[in-house]
């Protein structure tokens, strides 16, 4: 008995020393088609199968087309699934979804749906599979229901977070005088509208489930430009809302936490700042410091952040501040004060290829996997990329 528990303590430790040797590899979800593909989703399945989610159609905003597919990557194999339906609103556009697996293992889809082809008319939704690791064809949902957010005061909020940022950023401001006076106007409408309060809210990182068992989904609305929190503490039964994180640019929120319990939101910069904006909280995701810029770039493009099991960050985006066309993973071992080292998924000539949207899980054996939307110039697809936190350490090598 000793000797073959010695030899499985020896087979443990080289199958860890080889999961963590430098290892890259890729390759399409499906070949490239004229549809749109966008806002994918990546998950590890309980089984070890990975489980991918995307929208697919002629683009939310000009068609009712467009749905939410799937595709698997069986565990072992070389190649995706066919990719099959996930949830279809006849006659309506669903898209930005996202997708987690519960404390029971049980496997959620969050999207939202666009009842007027305009992002300020999304209504969020979501399902919940205890059946969704077979082989072929969608999971078999057992549950679905709308998540109806509702912001408190968030007009008076609004009107005074918009006063500090205009006498914050004037002289930047300036040289978008038409553009912030067009925003203004539009604002004071929207703000006074209860409507405009609760319909716009979209998902597009993963959500982050704390040590308390909290469910947080990271929202954010092209309305106002902001982001919000979508919190149960009874996985759905009630929903309550979060203090809005108000800095008119920063949306599609991804979450963090620190090993001290702070609650960091990564988002995408859709305003002026070109960087990354940062916001924390010390409530579990109920109130929120005051939106910041992080040094790192960011072109208007999503992004999603999550902790390794080593405790370390990895961070996905886009390093520029013009343009879809590099796609950088980024490490850091002091939870984002620093982020020291980076490598490049994408990296092509501007105008010659965009790669966005990615998201990234890591899986039980250490391997980080990425999906993202992908085009170069023969149509759209999803790229899943898998590789170890050693390979991004050794850096870019051209």
């Given at each position: 008995m000793r000797i073959v528990l010695a030899v499985a303590g020896i087979l443990t430790v080289?199958?860890?020393?080889?999961?963590?040797?430098?290892?890259?590899?890729?390759?399409?979800?499906f070949p490239p088609e004229p549809n749109h593909n966008h806002a994918s989703c990546i998950i590890e399945c309980p089984n070890g199968d990975l489980l991918a989610c995307w929208y697919r159609g002629v683009g939310p905003e000009k068609g009712d087309d467009v749905q939410i597919l799937g595709a698997r990557k069986i565990k072992g194999q070389a190649?995706?699934?066919?990719?099959?339906?996930?949830?279809?609103?006849?006659?309506?556009p669903d898209d930005n979804p996202c997708m987690f697996i519960d404390a029971k293992g049980r496997l959620w889809l969050l999207w939202p749906?666009?009842?007027?082809?305009?992002?300020?008319?999304?209504?969020?939704k979501y399902r919940i599979s205890s059946n969704y690791q077979m082989r072929s064809g969608p999971p078999r949902w057992d549950w679905q229901d709308i998540i109806h957010v509702t912001p408190v005061d968030l007009e008076k909020q609004l009107t005074a977070e918009f006063d500090k940022?205009?006498?914050?950023?004037?002289?930047?401001l300036e040289r978008f005088r038409d553009d912030v006076e067009e925003f203004k106007s539009e604002l004071s409408g929207y703000a006074a509208n209860k409507l405009y309060h609760r319909l716009g809210w979209m998902t597009r990182a993963h959500p982050t489930v704390l040590p308390s068992g909290r469910l947080i989904v990271p929202l954010y609305t092209d309305t106002f430009s902001i982001s919000i929190m979508a919190i149960t503490d009874d996985w759905g039964k009630t929903w309550l809302t979060s203090q809005p994180l108000i800095g008119f640019g920063n949306i599609q929120p991804s979450v963090v936490r620190k090993n001290d319990g702070t609650l960091v939101a990564m988002m995408r910069e859709n305003g002026i700042q070109q960087r990354i904006r940062i916001?924390?909280?010390?409530?579990?995701?109920?109130?929120?410091?005051?939106?910041?810029n992080m040094e790192l770039p960011n072109p208007g493009s999503g992004l999603e952040v999550i902790r390794l099991a080593n405790g370390h960050w990895a961070l996905i985006h886009n390093d520029t501040v013009q343009g879809r066309h590099s796609l950088a993973v980024s490490i850091s071992d002091d939870e984002g004060?620093?982020?020291?080292?980076t490598r490049h998924l994408e990296n092509s000539e501007r105008g010659k290829g965009s790669y966005s949207y990615p998201s990234i899980a890591q899986a039980r054996d250490g391997t980080l996997h990425v999906t993202y939307s992908y085009s170069a110039g023969a149509g759209d697809s999803i790229k899943h990329a898998a590789f170890t936190e050693s390979w991004v350490m050794q850096g870019d090598q051209n």
């Open positions: 080289l199958c860890s020393a080889s999961a963590a040797q430098p290892f890259y590899s890729s390759e399409l979800v190649s995706w699934s066919k990719p099959f339906i996930m949830a279809d609103t006849p006659g309506y749906t666009l009842v007027a082809n305009q992002w300020g008319t999304a209504v969020m940022y205009l006498a914050k950023h004037a002289g930047l916001s924390e909280s010390k409530d579990d995701g109920l109130t929120w410091s005051p939106v910041e004060k620093t982020w020291k080292w």
